[in-house]
């Protein structure tokens, strides 16, 4: 089986951003640009964890900065497993 023919789970993916469960916002559908208008929880959640836990000088000598670069510097790693695992990975494991 190839990616072409699995099922997509609307559902599952429509969990994934909470923006739809806000009641002001049902029956409504937003295209306003080319990313999307709502974010999915999961980048919600790292955002909130970067900026509560990292948002400090980039490359100061504490363990707060280096875990931040890190996290901001996966844009550059090449392969999708190594960018999902440090999107996915916890603090401990950086």
């Known amino acids: ?3 072409a023919n699995l ?5 599952a993916v429509h969990a994934l951003f909470p923006a739809f469960t806000v009641p ?6 937003f295209f306003e640009n080319a990313g999307g208008s ?3 929880k999961p980048i919600l ?4 964890a970067f900026y509560t836990r990292t948002k400090v ?3 100061a000598p504490c363990p707060a900065s280096e875990t931040g ?6 844009v550059h790693y ?10 996915a990975a916890p603090d401990a494991e950086l």
Request: aromatic fraction near 10%; charged fraction near 30%; hydrophobic fraction near 40%.
């Open 1 to 3: 089986m190839t990616s």
């Open 7 to 11: 099922p997509l789970d609307l559902r």
């Open 24 to 29: 002001e916002l049902e029956g409504w559908a």
């Open 38 to 40: 709502y974010t999915a």
């Open 45 to 48: 959640d790292r955002l909130a």
């Open 57 to 59: 000088q980039p490359y």
């Open 69 to 74: 670069v890190l996290r901001v510097s996966f």
């Open 78 to 87: 090449t392969t999708p497993e190594e960018i999902d695992r440090l999107i």
